[in-house]
């Protein structure tokens, strides 16, 4: 039983915890609409193992011992997480950097780090009673709480703006989630999301909203930090949309350090496209907030955001690790998703190997250093995106089927 | 260091390994052009574990255990295996079967079983010093094969109908597999990757030819039974095509009876789909081969074979667990991926959904009893045939942006 509370990251209240209560209604009241959340509330546990836990990260023993439930008997019994961390012998041979290592997240159970948020949501609809998950997305977060939430044999309903590519929903939809595609723009259906879930008593999942997406996802960095420990990386790179998963990675750090169990932080460098790179512009400018920005766009559709939501927790916990952003062009993205393939055998979807491109970005700017220990967070699955990866191959002609047509392809 | 021999299934001669030593010599020689594989070898341990390796499963200890490898440190540094066991409790719901199982290997690298034969089949090629494998495929066999090639730094060549679909491919391109598309039939491309492996010094990954795909595939076997450990399952599920899977399964189970380790194997049932029945129907009318189904055709593309080339190890492994066979239809095995998505959170490809088709049908027939411990192997991710998942659900008509209309569609 994890006693907790909620603290604002901006004005340092704390708060009990409540289904309704998603940010800090006095921070709140600087919203602009449409704009980043303010208010955002991070999750304080009071206790912290003092030992990494022997049972296995999926387990409802680990997970009980580090996140905000109140007995792991409400955790969906669906194996989230636990995904490898790989050492890519081939990628580090040609990078020349010998303590590269990935994390493949791609191996959750609907495909991405996603899950990890929509298992704990899903958790504490659990723990309320809420039978009705919400939240207003196209991609990889809908179809995570589609997924862990049919496990759970709750209900998930999905507002996606009506113009939302078909395959994307192809997938929530097999999971049983309610598909609402709403005449209107990202932000027409996170509104109404908002209202449907205050007025008809659902629970509201919406990133960047709910307190408990950037806790479920620090589970990535336990995972990292305890197979590296008795070390820990130096340096992670870490594909960044709206500021989510790079906040929960950093949590995760955070609570480790606290509780004695690494001594330091990775520094976290958040890679973001160039059509997309608001988060990254601040940095650079030494902003603590983002200009908007409109039309953007990239291959990395998971990275694609006119407004970074969660850019002011980000900011902070990405400055808080000494760490930095990187942008990367469409093509480098694209060109990594074979490399990271051809290297690692690790498939990644265009987000998720833009953490590659960022890394070689990185090396560059001398922002990591190739002796270091570097982790790249691997976000999703290249299955979810076979347009894309299309683009970074090219499909050979047919040959005779005879032996000297093979060789005359390849060669003896 | 495992000592092992292979020995052929039919004729029962023991033979040493030889990375050229696909199939036994004598009975080969009764081999029909594009006919089953006559003289199928299976690979015999002198040594099997007498406890549970305390290991994780895709451990070097554990394989190590159980396969026949020289060293472990032969073994591609990509996790393959190791995926869970549900309970899948909304399917023992609606089914009644208190005691249902999932084994979902959609959690392996690329997303599929095979993965499991192609770790083995690489782990031999590094030992053999072999730096390129080949194989004729058009789907998951050569997508693991590039997946676990790739990270084991080894060159994989995949020979594919140039009649391919092209989205197939792109996955085994962008893990840098070398395809080759042949203007000819499946008959063809398999018959030229036997000729250019022989030539050129490659070894042959061909299903149903080379042993350690079966002998790979036992590994989905040993970890349902540690789970269930000390218990076994009395049924299993098995989506069935070439009859590589079933037998790799059988093998699992009857290494571990061998072990001492469990007391019974579960009755095998293997799953077909109608347009591509060839093993059930060899069951049904009891006889010891099969018949060809030319024009065999299926949703489930990764079960769809014209001639099982595996058909004769397959028949006497299901028979000898005292299992049987069932034929699904294809609006059947679309049904059952909406089904096992909405219940359970598993989302699978055709072929792997017809594992629930068939334990439907199953039950209908009275071939499995509520009561009893089955599991359904779901084989593959159902990522990899986005279009078959759409026939299996419908994509709702938009709303406005109001919380009436919301009301109207999803009710108070």
Not at 47 to 76: G, H, K, V
Not at 170 to 197: I, K, N
Not at 383 to 389: E, Q, S
Not at 390 to 404: F, G, H, N, Q, V
Request: net charge neutral.
């Amino acid at each position: 039983m994890a006693e907790f509370s909620f603290r604002c990251h901006e004005c340092g209240t704390c708060y009990a915890e409540h289904p309704e209560r998603l940010v800090c209604p006095s921070c709140a009241r600087t919203q602009q609409p449409g704009g980043v959340t303010r208010g955002v509330l991070e999750v304080i546990l009071d206790r912290l193992p003092d030992a990494w836990p022997q049972a296995p990260p999926w387990s409802a023993e680990y997970l009980d011992a580090f996140l905000p439930i109140a007995t792991s008997a409400s955790l969906p019994r669906l194996r989230v997480g636990g995904t490898p961390l790989l050492e890519g012998a081939g990628l580090r041979r040609e990078l020349d950097m010998p303590d590269l290592w990935l994390k493949d997240d791609t191996r959750n159970p609907s495909g991405s780090t996603k899950d990890r948020a929509s298992l704990l949501v899903v958790a504490k609809a659990v723990e309320y009673g809420i039978e009705t998950i919400a939240t207003a997305s196209t991609g990889n977060a809908a179809t995570a709480l589609a997924a862990v939430a049919a496990a759970a044999g709750l209900r998930a309903v999905v507002f996606v703006p009506a113009s939302a590519p078909r395959a994307k929903l192809v997938q929530m939809l097999a999971y049983g989630a309610r598909v609402l595609p709403v005449d209107g723009t990202y932000d027409d259906a996170f509104e109404l999301c908002r209202s449907a879930c205050l007025e008809l008593g659902w629970y509201n999942r919406n990133t960047a909203l709910n307190p408990f997406t950037v806790e479920g996802k620090k589970t990535v960095a336990l995972e990292i930090a305890a197979e590296l420990a008795p070390g820990c990386a130096d340096a992670m790179l870490v594909p960044t949309g709206d500021g989510v998963i790079v906040a929960g990675v950093a949590k995760g750090f955070a609570d480790l350090v606290e509780a004695g169990l690494i001594a330091r932080a990775p520094r976290l460098i958040a890679v973001q496209p160039e059509g997309s790179p608001a988060i990254a512009r601040a940095l650079r400018e030494g902003q603590v907030t983002v200009r908007p920005q409109p039309g953007a766009a990239s291959v990395a559709d998971s990275l694609t955001v006119e407004v970074p939501r969660n850019a002011l927790l980000a900011l902070k916990r990405i400055r808080g690790s000494g760490g930095s952003a990187v942008t990367v062009a469409d093509d480098a993205i694209c060109r990594a998703i074979s490399r990271l393939a051809r290297s690692t055998g690790v498939f990644a979807e265009p987000a998720a190997a833009a953490a590659l491109a960022g890394l070689e970005v990185a090396l560059e700017h001398g922002l990591v250093d190739r002796e270091e220990r570097v982790v790249l967070l691997v976000t999703g699955t290249g299955l979810k995106d076979i347009p894309a990866a299309e683009r970074s191959i090219t499909i050979p002609a047919p040959i005779a089927p005879r032996l000297d047509a093979v060789v005359e392809r390849l060669g003896r």
